[in-house]
């Protein structure tokens, strides 16, 4: 399946496909609201890009950096090259302490590497404490936005769901209800926890430190309840200077969730008396993106998810249709060049407006990079396959102008002759939905020879 | 100053009337204007779908019909941006870099080098300005919704010399049409959803004339409008600058 075809099943539901782009478009404004409130927004923005890029540049120096200072605090650091070296690392920890349950914050990099499955496979149980984490979770489907997983279900769904899964009141779907019903639920589950797992939002290289930023407070319940605590990173998340935080916090929550700042930004340095800590930094198909000019620009993403908000197509297909770990706009350029699933047409799916590049608190050239990624061989090709002899047959008409003339002459003949039928047919998908132009006798050079006298 | 018309091809061969407009209202504004006959069309299409390597041909020919022109200006946003940042290659480093130097959207023109402060047209209708993306956040006709800057826009400003002409305001200023290309038919379903949610807006904010910077969106537009029987119509904005009756 590629894209076309996953929304295209999205959208037949078209009430549905009405309430999920609101949804999405209300956090857009919120958006709006609070980055209009900050006059130096575009400042922020350009400071925040050209600090990743300079951290893109001197990447490996300032890793080296991180582990260094961490290392000082008394932390593990730990380096994986793939997303199965991630599992295993966070294995064997595990079985070092011979703990058979782990508490997650939510983390978009043990989604990208496949953490749950493989420890559930290992007979550890997994549980994801973030709600929205926790219901995707429940319902075995894949998160449908970085920040917002569990944006594609309705409270009704929801409540049927806990319902079915912790044994909620059958037909309540009161908001507070069910969140006090997870919270219970988590609480029993975060006791029990030996071991807690956390995402990374920024990890800042002078000081070794790890920065996460939840609404919840469950990535502190975690950590500070387990004795041993493990933070997934991406070699991509470092900041150099804890001052570089300034910039990015209010970046992040107001990019986000339109927040002045997350609730809790919590910052994690060393080892809690008597815990362990541990850090692991994964590469993952990074490396191999930042070698790539055109696309290294998209490792500056700090997964916001603003993009996702303000894209016409994402609001109205929804994050599984991407069929990657991370969907939308900044999915669709990250994907093609990581080892991380998703339908092999990502970067047509778009229109190319151009918005996710303006919201975009780091200003990634996402609009430049999806034209950029078309012209890969083999995602033109999967994307439509039966174009290129069309394509060329265009160039060369493109190239040939007398053969132009003709052939939007005849074109221009054959719509007003031919009867409804022949033109509005099922292979006609502009037409399914939309009239074509009517054609006129005269194109415009038609017309400036007749009018203005041939040259 | 030596000028040359740039007709998109779909404006050529579809809607000779934008081009007509485009070409009067620039005669009135005082300007010589030639129409470079052997041009065809920028490429954009073909390079939107992934196959730019085809197109160098189509950028020769382009640049041959544009070379030696002070300024190059055309009805549409989307054809002057794929010039503008798409167009590359060493065999004519320097003639393509003069051509995305010289080219204009058409409101860009009257704006920054004609510097235009009156417009002598009546339009007494309640209109509703789609931003086209290109022209917004690729030319910067206007400032995007997103941005965090002082608010602006070129095409606007000029619409609003227009006498009686009454643009109503949009709850959604700047969202995307939908066309996109080939995506208009790649993804139809989105394409067409995306739309009518657009119609739904000014339709809801009532306008009667929907107008634009593109005329591909407007074809886009008009050709979901004409489906449902509406009664709102698309005229792309040099059409009513230069005086087009409502």
């Known amino acids: ?38 006059p130096e927004w575009e400042t922020l923005r350009t400071l925040a890009s050209e600090i990743k890029q300079q951290v893109l540049s001197d990447l490996d120096q300032y890793l080296i950096s991180f582990e260094k200072n961490a290392q000082k605090n008394g932390v593990h650091v730990h380096w994986a090259r793939d997303g199965k070296t991630h599992n295993e690392i966070v294995f064997n920890i595990l079985q070092k302490h011979h703990a058979r349950s782990l508490v997650k914050s939510k983390s978009m990099l043990t989604e990208e590497c496949g953490l749950n499955e493989f420890l559930l496979a290992n007979d550890i149980e997994v549980i994801d404490t973030d709600l929205g984490e926790r219901i995707v979770q429940l319902a075995e489907e894949p998160p449908s936005h970085i920040v917002m997983p569990a944006i594609h ?33 988590l609480r029993e589950k975060f006791l029990r926890a030996e071991a807690a797992l ?13 920065v996460v930023c939840t609404n919840e407070g469950n990535a502190d319940m975690g950590v500070h309840l387990a004795p041993l605590q493990i933070h997934s990173m991406g070699i991509e998340k470092i900041l150099p200077r804890a001052e570089h935080l300034g910039i990015f916090l209010r970046l992040l929550a107001r990019s986000a969730t339109g927040q002045l700042l997350t609730t809790y930004t919590s910052h994690y340095h060393r080892p809690k008396p008597g815990g362990e800590m541990h850090i692991i930094i994964v ?79 780091v200003k990634i050239d996402i609009h430049q990079q999806l034209y950029h990624w078309r012209q890969h061989s083999e995602i033109r090709q999967a994307a439509a396959p039966g174009k290129k002899r069309l394509m060329q047959f265009a160039a060369w008409l493109f190239s040939h102008p007398q053969a132009y003339r003709l052939a939007g002459k005849t074109a221009r003949l054959f719509l007003r002759m031919l009867p409804r039928k022949a033109i509005y047919h099922r292979w006609n998908h502009w037409g399914l939905s939309r009239e074509l132009p009517v054609a006129p006798r005269e194109s415009f050079r038609e017309w400036y020879d007749k009018n203005e006298g041939k040259k | 100053m030596k000028v040359a018309l740039f007709v998109p091809c779909y404006i050529d ?41 085809y197109t160098a041909a189509t950028v020769r020919n382009f640049c041959e019909s544009f070379s030696g022109y002070d300024y190059i200006v055309g009805p549409s946003g989307s054809c002057v941006f794929h010039v503008k940042h798409h167009f590359h290659g060493e065999a004519n480093k320097a003639g393509i870099e003069q051509i995305q130097k010289n080219i204009y959207e058409l409101s860009e023109f009257l704006t920054d080098v004609l510097k235009v402060e009156k417009i002598d047209a009546q339009f007494p209708e309640k209109v509703g300005l789609h931003q086209s993306c290109h022209g917004l956040r690729g030319l910067r006709l206007g400032n995007s919704s997103e941005q965090v800057v002082a608010q602006y826009s070129k095409t606007r400003r000029l619409l609003e010399m ?54 591909s969106c407007l074809m886009h537009l008009d050709g979901l409008l004409r489906r449902q029987k509406s009664n709102i119509r698309v005229m792309h904005f040099a059409e009513i600058l230069n005086g087009a009756t409502s």
């Open chain 1, 283 to 361: 590469d993952n198909g990074r490396s191999e993106q930042l070698g790539q000019e055109k696309f290294r620009q998209s490792l500056c993403c700090i997964r916001c998810g603003a993009c996702m908000n303000t894209c016409p197509v994402y609001r109205r297909s929804g994050g599984h249709s991407y069929g990657s770990v991370i969907p939308g706009p900044i999915g669709s350029i990250l994907t093609p060049g990581m080892p991380i699933g998703g339908h092999p047409d990502l970067p047509f799916a778009s229109t190319l407006c151009g918005s996710c590049n303006d919201v975009c608190p």
């Open chain 2, 13 to 53: 061969q579809f809607y000779p009337q934008v081009a007509i407009a485009t070409l009067q209202l620039l005669r009135k504004l005082e300007i010589t204007v030639d129409f470079p006959r052997e041009q065809t069309c920028c490429g954009q299409p073909i390079a939107n779908a992934g196959y730019e390597h």
């Open chain 1, 1 to 38: 399946m590629n894209h076309s075809q996953s929304s295209e099943k999205f959208l037949r539901d078209k009430q549905r496909t009405g309430w999920h782009d609101a949804s999405l478009w209300f956090v857009r404004e919120k958006r709006d609201a609070v980055a209009k409130a900050v």
């Open chain 2, 162 to 215: 227009v006498e009686g002409l009454q643009l109503v305001d949009l709850d959604r200023p700047d969202e995307c049409c939908g066309f996109g290309g080939t995506f208009a038919v790649s993804q139809a379903a989105m394409s067409t959803r995306i739309g009518e949610d657009r119609i739904a807006d000014h339709q809801r904010n009532g306008a009667a004339v929907i107008t634009a910077t593109d005329m």
């Open chain 1, 153 to 185: 279900k309705k409270k009704a769904e929801i409540g049927e769901l806990f319902h079915q899964t912790i044994g909620t009141e059958k037909g309540n779907s009161d908001p507070a209800y069910l969140t006090e019903a997870a919270r219970q639920h």
């Open chain 1, 198 to 210: 956390t995402g990374v939002n920024f990890a800042i290289a002078e000081t070794g430190g790890v």
